[in-house]
């Protein structure tokens, strides 16, 4: 067993294949860029990635010291090598390239080496102009303050970001995107699209409306939300562990598979995404006579004991996660609020069957949806050949059809296989 292991790409791909050959492959955890994660699970099914993301930081007035110096530390934190280091931020659309370059010209630090960075107290120190990790961004695409090695730009005002913005994992680089305002209904739409194409781990709202942070909040699927203010600003780079929060790292919920195996949450037990429940343990589970609409779904439909007992072990554990939900936060510096989130208001989820599945397979992914709020943000996808799956549906209810809309359409697709029996909180997340 490898423990820890820094190495190139090459040197990656080939440990891995070697793993394989000798049928000895469990999970690979990795903490890198996105980009760096797709490449190597395109070689090995079995990685579990911690990656980035473009984190966004939501500000009014970047003109506030305090806000100014929110920005600065969330982009720069450890020379933009951390996971919630910022990388994009919404201002308004009065921003001038005068208030941007404020931001940063002779305020941050440079550090040579982690030593350095430990006897300055630094979290936040830039190893400037680095030839290691990503190419720089190039002067078509930014500006780049030379003495401080930051490079921004302001967008277009009414655009935000392309799709798949480019990290620049260990580079310091900023796109603000302009805006007209941030309280308006196709505002508040066009942003929430933006989070959830995109995914950023966190997102930092420093604005006076409770309705703007509570509005993104229910249309967007993100795994850490921090509330602030002009006076009290909040930092994408945050989570405070030793208050009892986490964070974590998820890539776009509909193309999660292209970078990793599971979503991982910080700091989790890493040997639980590498764990499978008993087929006996499972088994003792599957004559629950308890009677709600579910259970009894699962006790007269699914006919595998084992898979029947997966899904009453799921339904236990979303009974026992949501029983409080939200869940107040151990700490006393800040108030934190935390628990499972349903899929973004106003999005379907689709699960797509094939000409073989089974209401067995289908039956852990659904339950999840028909046993919660988000009972009526799903639609199944059930092929013509696939006559008795769909009886079982319609006899109970089940919103299916076979006449998809464009995958464009859809928050997430799931392909419908029979399950492998892992830790319900990762088949939940």
């Known amino acids: 067993m490898v423990t820890f292991l820094s190495a190139s790409l090459e040197d990656i791909k080939r440990i891995l294949k070697k793993s394989e050959e000798s049928n000895n492959g469990g999970n690979l955890y990795t903490t890198c860029s996105r980009h760096l994660a797709k490449q190597i699970k395109e070689g090995y099914s079995q990685t579990v990635a911690s990656t980035g993301g473009p984190n966004t930081l939501l500000a009014t007035d970047i003109t506030s010291p305090d806000i100014a110096e929110a920005i600065r530390m969330s982009s ?57 990790s990503s190419a720089n961004p190039t002067s078509e695409e930014y500006n780049h303050l030379e003495e401080e090695d930051v490079y921004w730009k302001l967008n277009n005002i009414g655009e ?35 989070l959830n194409r995109e ?5 930092a709202i420093n604005v006076s409306s409770a309705t703007l942070a509570k509005a993104l909040f229910e249309k967007t699927g993100l795994v850490v939300y921090t509330i602030g203010s002009d006076k009290n600003p909040g930092l994408t780079c945050q989570a405070r ?27 989790s037990s890493t040997p639980s995404y590498d764990t499978h429940y008993v087929a006996e343990y499972l088994q003792s589970l599957s004559n629950n006579q308890d009677d709600n609409v579910v259970k009894r779904l699962v006790r007269d439909h699914v006919q595998d004991t084992t898979i029947r007992g997966y899904c009453y072990e799921l339904l236990s554990y979303l009974e026992d996660a949501t029983r409080i939900n939200p869940k107040r936060g151990v700490g006393t510096s800040r108030t934190s609020l935390w628990g499972l989130q349903r899929p973004p208001i106003g999005t379907k989820t689709l699960l797509r069957c094939s000409d073989n599945s089974t209401f067995d397979a289908l039956a852990p992914v659904l339950i999840l949806f028909l046993a919660t709020n988000a009972n009526d943000q799903y639609e199944v996808s059930i092929p013509a050949a696939s006559s008795s799956l769909k009886e079982i549906c319609d006899a109970n209810q089940i919103v299916n059809s076979d006449d998809e809309q464009d995958d464009s359409c859809y928050y997430n697709i799931v392909t419908i296989d029979t399950p492998d029996f892992v830790m319900v909180g990762q088949f939940v997340s």
């Open 160 to 194: 935000l970001p392309s799709k798949d913005l480019n990290e620049y994992w260990r580079r310091v680089v900023v796109d603000f995107s302009q805006l007209d305002n941030t309280d308006n209904t196709n505002t508040i739409n066009s942003i929430a699209t933006w």
């Open 199 to 203: 995914q950023p781990i966190t997102l």
């Open 76 to 132: 720069s934190i450890e020379s933009s090598g951390q996971c919630t280091a910022l990388r994009h931020c919404i201002v308004l659309s009065s921003v001038e390239k005068e208030d941007v370059e404020r931001i940063f010209v002779n305020k941050t630090t440079e550090i040579t080496n982690p030593i350095d960075a430990v006897e300055k107290k630094l979290f936040d120190g830039i190893y400037k102009h680095h030839n290691g």
């Open 241 to 267: 562990p030793q208050e009892g929060e986490v964070f974590g790292e998820f890539p776009p919920r509909n193309t999660m598979s292209d970078y990793t195996k599971f979503p991982v949450v910080v700091p």
